[in-house]
């Protein structure tokens, strides 16, 4: 990609465009340390002018007719789908991930806006009986203007997860896409424009969070925020937004445990155990990065993770291997030095616990998928680390499987393994998480809601609950007795 090419633009109103004062930014290829593309910045005037186009835009795009709307998106999908492989790739180059992972999250971004295509003529209201002279009903309206403010871990599946049901719900969008990995979500809202989506509809303004971002979130103009990202900067945009009274969204980070009692089918279990934390090299918001197992069968359980771990296989995003890069040199710093801390608070490390030579080979930050064991209590057990790195805490009992799993300050997923249908069910009901798996690992899919409890955010995204965030209930009420 030249550094001149039109998906290093802004977005605003269905034109690629240079920033207001012509400033730009270098995004990396984490897996090798070099700029990739140069993309303009979006100052607070950009700001401005993109979300007075998405109030433009929303006065008629929320009159289409929600069948248009929903044929809209799902050309979107259709034209997504044609390009799978180039996005895949550029989500791949941009943050890292292995191109598996990559197509992956295109084919999720596809199922975005196939789903909320579908779903855009099924919005319905309500009659409430009040009586023979009254008729009353409710209509569910768009507020008009969402912000999207999406991180750099998961671009196309988080910024499509925020997009398709804003715009199925008749509002327009305004995206900021982290500045580490813009690429993707520029070149979807591009397709999206060629497939009929009308300009202003979805306009993009990467550049920094305390410029582009701040600005955004605090924009007396928008009408509600989507944000998805660390707590600290979640917090952030909400003082922000109830500055100007506006709802938010937040889906923040997580410390998620997998729960293997003694009786659990190991052969099934580890595999997918592996993969929730070694998936986007454990950048994930909803990791599996706690492994809480029964005392009975935690030496095998550990012995053969510290195998499968020691066995995987680390390289660069487009050599599709088990693990790609972190994101950053100061992500790889962060998590060496979550790991350091843990090993001076006593924490046994069984494989790992240090970055991976394939830095030296390939330039970006490479770090070795890490296993430790801890005792409840110390910060690599109870805070988010965001990279490969996987912390096992003993239990004797139920009742200290549910304490420990409930000892952070997150709740967003959980996995409960066993073969007691009784004991699977009363983990669940007891673990605060926003969703839980039993016997699997970060279930379900697109059309099952999703988000946090605790200081992992609130809100719902995803499956037909997704549509909430982006509607506000209007009651209309008819004195029919005159
Ligand atoms: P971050 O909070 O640093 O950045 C997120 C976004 O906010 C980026 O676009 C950034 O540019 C922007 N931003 C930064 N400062 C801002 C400001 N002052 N005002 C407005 N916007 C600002 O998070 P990150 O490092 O990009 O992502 C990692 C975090 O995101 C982790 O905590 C992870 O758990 C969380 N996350 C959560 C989910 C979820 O669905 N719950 C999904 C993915 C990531």
């Not at 492989?85 to 180059?93: G, I, K, N, S, Y």
Request: net charge negative; proline share 6%; with cysteine.
């Amino acid at each position: 990609m030249s550094p001149t090419s039109p998906n290093g633009s802004l977005l605003i109103g269905g034109r690629p465009r240079e920033a207001s004062d012509g400033g730009s930014f270098a995004t990396i290829n984490p897996s090798t340390g070099e700029a990739i593309a140069r993309v303009a910045a979006a100052t607070v005037d950009d700001v401005d002018e993109a979300v007075a186009t998405a109030y433009a835009a929303s006065r008629r795009w929320r009159e289409a007719k929600p069948v248009e709307r929903g044929r809209v998106l799902q050309a979107v999908a259709r034209l997504l789908a044609e390009h799978r492989q180039e996005l895949a790739r550029l989500e791949t180059v941009d943050s890292g991930k292995p191109l598996r992972q990559g197509l992956a999250a295109i084919d999720t971004a596809i199922r975005y806006f196939e789903f909320y295509g579908g779903l855009a003529d099924k919005i319905l209201g309500t009659t409430i009986p009040l009586g023979a002279g009254v008729l009353d009903y409710t209509v569910r309206e768009p507020f008009g203007v969402s912000a999207q403010i999406v991180p750099w871990n998961y671009p196309l599946q988080i910024g499509a997860r925020g997009a398709a049901p804003a715009l199925a719900t008749g509002n327009t969008v305004v995206m900021k896409p982290a500045s580490e990995a813009p690429l993707s979500l520029l070149r979807v809202a591009t397709l999206a424009l060629e497939a009929g989506l009308p300009p202003g509809a979805l306009n993009v303004v990467p550049g920094s969070g305390s410029v582009a971002g701040a600005a955004l979130s605090a924009h007396a103009g928008v009408n509600q925020i989507t944000f998805t990202g660390s707590i600290e900067v979640g917090t952030q945009v909400m003082a922000a937004a109830a500055r100007n009274v506006v709802p938010v969204l937040l889906e923040l980070g997580g410390k998620s445990p997998n729960i293997v009692f003694a009786d659990t089918d190991l052969e099934t279990a580890l595999p997918i155990i592996l993969r929730s934390i070694l998936n986007n090299a454990g950048q994930t918001c909803s990791a599996g990065s706690r492994l809480l197992v029964q005392r009975t069968v935690a030496d095998e359980v550990l012995g053969r993770l510290t195998e499968l771990m020691s066995a995987a296989t680390i390289g660069p995003g487009v050599d599709d291997l088990d693990l790609g890069p972190l994101i950053s040199d100061r992500q790889g710093a962060f998590v060496h030095g979550m790991v350091s801390d843990g090993i001076r608070d006593g924490v046994e490390v069984l494989t790992g616990g240090a970055p991976a030579p394939q830095s030296e080979t390939f330039g970006g930050s490479f770090y070795s998928p890490t296993l430790v064991v801890s005792k409840p209590g110390t910060a690599i057990a109870r805070e988010e680390i965001f990279g490969p790195v996987l912390v096992a805490l003993v239990f004797d009992d139920e009742e200290e499987a549910v304490e420990i799993a409930n000892g952070t300050e997150f709740g967003l997923v959980a996995g409960v393994w066993t073969r007691d249908v009784a004991r699977a069910h009363r983990v669940a009901h007891r673990v605060e998480a926003g969703h839980v798996s039993i016997n699997d690992f970060g279930g379900g899919g697109v059309e099952t809601p999703f988000g946090g409890t605790r200081r992992s955010g609130f809100g719902r995204e995803k499956g037909v609950e997704g549509i909430n965030p982006y509607l506000q209930t209007k009651n209309v009420s008819v004195n029919l007795t005159h």
